[in-house]
């Protein structure tokens, strides 16, 4: 088989782990809204020129540029039914790109800045039972350690209940140290940072202690590679750490973080590594499966999920793509 199109991978069963509700909406959406609620401070109400502007992706983009668009996409999240209509298309936006499982269950993230999350914390667990599935803070890592929040953190791990932390993505191996030793997370929100801890030399790779420890313990990373690329914590995909990753065996996910701000999807994400990499079908269901074993859902629904809608639905593609090969 070759080169793997983006029409074939929009056609897998794909999950995902990192997609930000306020940084999915669609461009229409948000004009629309903002017009129905007298919101006047977006650039352009041209919605066309209105997802060019949200796309940051001019040189020397860095995250405060990427954040900017946040203040019109919540500002036009504020009421039930604004709410309500945002994650209904994204479930919509989501399904049509072949994603069968993503966290529109719904995750809470607090903000580091902030001083609420023990508070949003709380939330989450009040609604474990109504369509939440874990809690996550968010936001910027520089002197915003996740240490700071640890009674959220407690809060979470006392109830039992689901834990991931955005680390390593804008600073390095200290997030990510804290985030997993301290903070106890089940997932790092980005994470790439842990590169910072391979070194090459005549054997090969040599892991540090803390990558050998997140390797080892199987700990998933909520990889992003065109916002990461997008905010400068990677040059270009082709120069983006998911490979070496990938390649090491770390518990590697592929995710969108925010389809508005870098004007993707799951699939092109997919199809823009595919093809830097030479990523296989194979490995798109590798990627895939760790995703979904990576899950906040129970461990009998993500075995249903993988072996019942995931695995078939790769082996169907292949046997449709590659015509008498044995699946």
């Known amino acids: 088989m070759g080169a793997l199109t983006l029409e074939t991978i929009r056609r897998a069963p794909k999950v995902l782990l990192h997609d930000h509700l306020d940084g999915g909406l669609r461009p229409a959406t948000v004009a629309e809204l903002a017009r129905e609620s007298g919101y006047a401070k977006l650039p352009t109400y ?20 990427y954040l900017q668009g946040f203040a019109h996409t919540t500002a036009v999240m504020q009421t039930r039914d604004e709410l309500e209509r945002v994650a209904h298309e994204c479930a919509l936006d989501l399904a049509r790109d072949g994603v069968v499982y993503a966290i529109v269950r719904a995750l809470l993230s607090a903000m580091r800045q902030a001083e609420l999350s023990e508070t949003i914390a709380q939330v989450a667990v009040d609604f474990r039972d109504e369509g939440v599935c874990g809690f996550d803070i968010a936001g910027p890592e520089d002197g915003f350690p996740p240490t700071k929040h640890l009674r959220a953190f407690h809060l979470i791990q006392r109830e039992d209940f689901h834990l991931t932390i955005h680390a390593g993505e804008a600073f390095g191996l200290p997030s990510i140290w804290e985030a997993v030793q301290f903070c106890n997370a089940e997932r790092l929100g980005h994470g790439v940072r842990i590169v910072d801890d391979l070194t090459e030399g005549p054997g090969g790779t040599r892991l540090g202690r803390l990558s050998s420890y997140v390797r080892d313990r199987r700990i998933p990373l909520e990889v992003c590679p065109t916002s990461n690329v997008h905010t400068g914590a990677a040059a270009s995909i082709a120069q983006h750490p998911i490979e070496r990753l990938r390649r090491l065996r770390f518990r590697v996910t592929v995710n969108t973080d925010n389809r508005l701000m870098s004007g993707i999807t799951l699939s092109s994400e997919f199809a823009d590594c595919a093809a830097a990499f030479a990523w296989t079908l ?46």
């Open 46 to 65: 041209d919605v066309e020129e209105l997802a060019r502007w949200f796309v940051v992706d001019e040189p020397g983009a860095d995250l405060v540029r």
């Open 282 to 327: 194979e490995d798109v269901q590798w990627l895939t499966i760790n995703a979904a074993k990576s899950a906040f859902y129970g461990f009998t629904d993500r075995l249903a999920l993988i072996d019942g809608v995931i695995k078939p639905g790769f082996a169907a593609l292949r046997a449709e793509l590659e015509p008498g090969r044995e699946v």
